[in-house]
């Protein structure tokens, strides 16, 4: 199976900043990267595809990049309304699998 | 508006089935290959099995296979996950999701099925 670490566990930031989440990819998974957002008591939505695909809806302070087998999502310009939980997930190949989570709180 | 409604959860004991429903509104659900995903008190997600759009080919992660069988029903929109064997370990909230290549593109609100005696 694909092994995909994500870090850091927990962020804080500040209203406004820009913000970092990593996944690193355990082999080649070819942009086949994913990222969702969890909002406490709600389901995953899927934010980016694709490693930089814009999910239809999602604001454009979202982004994504790659280096490698190296992702990032970035949030530009943080809201209130972003610090919740974040997952990256492969899907590059069975069985899909997902990073641990990182939990962002506002300082 | 896609809308996805899982139903079936509960508390279970250790050994015994339990059946899982996901009533599909809003798209062609018989265009869409379609997923369970579960996750453990809000922590890690992990995928659990897909199904095909025509119901034809399947896919299980290793620790559910040979208990776990998930199917549809095309004509009636819903996706279903019978659980068999049920051990502590299955203990999770589950999702069903629309599957897009391999990624999940939406999902349900979810339903909790607890493994304990």
């Known amino acids: 199976d694909i092994q995909m670490t994500q870090s850091p566990a927990s962020l804080s930031a500040s209203l406004g900043e820009t913000v970092t989440i990593e996944c690193l990819a355990s082999e080649d998974i070819y942009s086949n990267l994913a990222w969702y957002q969890q909002k406490p008591g709600k389901s995953p939505q899927l934010l980016i595809y694709?490693?930089?695909s814009l999910q239809d809806g999602v604001p454009s302070r979202f982004s994504g990049s790659e280096s490698g087998t190296q992702y990032s999502l970035e949030i530009n310009s943080l809201q209130s309304e972003d610090a919740v939980t974040y997952f990256c997930?492969?899907?590059?190949?069975?069985?899909?699998?997902f990073g641990g989570g990182t939990k962002l709180e506002l300082k | 508006e896609v809308q996805l409604v899982e139903s079936g959860g509960g508390l279970v004991q250790p050994g015994r089935s339990l059946k899982l429903s996901c009533a599909a509104s809003?798209?062609?659900?018989?265009?869409?290959?379609m997923a369970w995903v579960r996750q453990v008190s809000k922590k890690g997600l992990e995928w659990v099995a897909t199904?095909?759009?025509?119901?034809?080919?399947?896919y299980y992660r290793d620790s559910v296979k040979g208990r776990f069988t998930i199917s549809r029903d095309n004509a009636k929109s819903t996706l279903y996950l019978q659980m068999d064997s049920l051990r502590s370990e299955d203990t999770a909230t589950y999702y069903c999701?629309?599957?897009?290549?391999?990624?999940?593109?939406?999902w349900g609100q979810g339903v909790m099925v607890t493994v304990s005696s």
């Open positions: 199904i095909i759009y025509d119901g034809t080919t399947t």
């Open positions: 999701a629309t599957l897009w290549e391999l990624y999940f593109d939406y």
């Open positions: 997930q492969q899907h590059h190949d069975y069985p899909p699998t």
């Open positions: 809003g798209f062609t659900f018989s265009d869409y290959n």
């Open positions: 694709d490693a930089s």
